[in-house]
T-cell receptor
């Protein structure tokens, strides 16, 4: 009964391809996020959705497109993958207020 | 805007040594403060939190006190173990659309 689950855990693909990462949370939270973590462990927020509505869209190339079909799911589609997209991508959810975020285990994306 | 500054790592300690990881913040209003821990190959998980000035968060032998006068939330542990080796993130949530601001992370390595 994993709270926040991401698939796939590993993704190895070639430059120029299009790929998707899926995220689901079973905590009943209203808010979900995508983060990118680089090799130095720096965590950068990419997007946030609240009840299926986009509320945070940081400076991210428009090759990245999030989609939230319902408040339990937030998927990330990436077009025309580039070498610099290699990173670990984390999904997280949040109940709001002063509660902590809950993170998935990450998707390790490697671009060849 | 909000910001979190934490000491750069890596921090290397011998088992049973005393640990301090410094964290200071800048925020509007009265943020909630968090420490998250990331073990190798995993996502971030909440270690402890404090929601108002002078609150002390504690968990697994770790402690941190919310100091409004010094805008700090330093993480301490009296006796570290090898199993504490991980990356530690200080974070704050000042409300709004629940955007959480993370520090850059501090890698801790504990050697036997």
């Amino acid at each position: 009964d994993t709270a926040v689950s991401q698939t796939p855990k590993y993704l190895v693909t070639q430059m120029g391809n299009d790929k998707s990462i899926k995220c689901e949370q079973n905590l009943g939270h209203d808010t979900m996020y995508w983060y990118k973590q680089d090799s130095k462990k720096f965590l950068k927020i990419m997007f946030s959705y609240n009840n299926k509505e986009l509320i945070i869209n940081e400076t991210v190339p428009n090759r990245f497109s999030p989609k939230s079909p319902d408040k339990a799911h937030l998927n990330l589609h990436i077009n025309s993958l580039e070498l610099g997209d290699s990173a670990v991508y984390f999904c997280a959810s949040h109940a709001g207020g002063n509660q902590p975020q809950h993170f998935g285990d990450g998707t390790r994306l490697s671009i060849l | 805007g909000d910001s979190v500054t934490q000491m750069e790592g890596p921090v290397t300690l011998s088992e049973e040594a005393f640990l301090t990881i410094n964290c200071t913040y800048t925020a509007t209003g009265y943020p909630s403060l968090f420490w998250y821990v990331q073990y190798p190959g995993e996502g971030l998980q909440l270690l402890l939190k404090a929601t108002k000035a002078d609150d002390k968060g504690s968990n697994k032998g770790f402690e941190a006190t919310y100091r409004k006068e010094t805008t700090s939330f330093h993480l301490e542990k009296g006796s570290v173990q090898v199993s504490d080796s991980a990356v530690y993130f200080c974070a704050l949530n000042s409300g709004g659309y629940q955007k959480v601001t993370f520090g850059t992370g501090t890698k801790l390595q504990v050697i036997p």
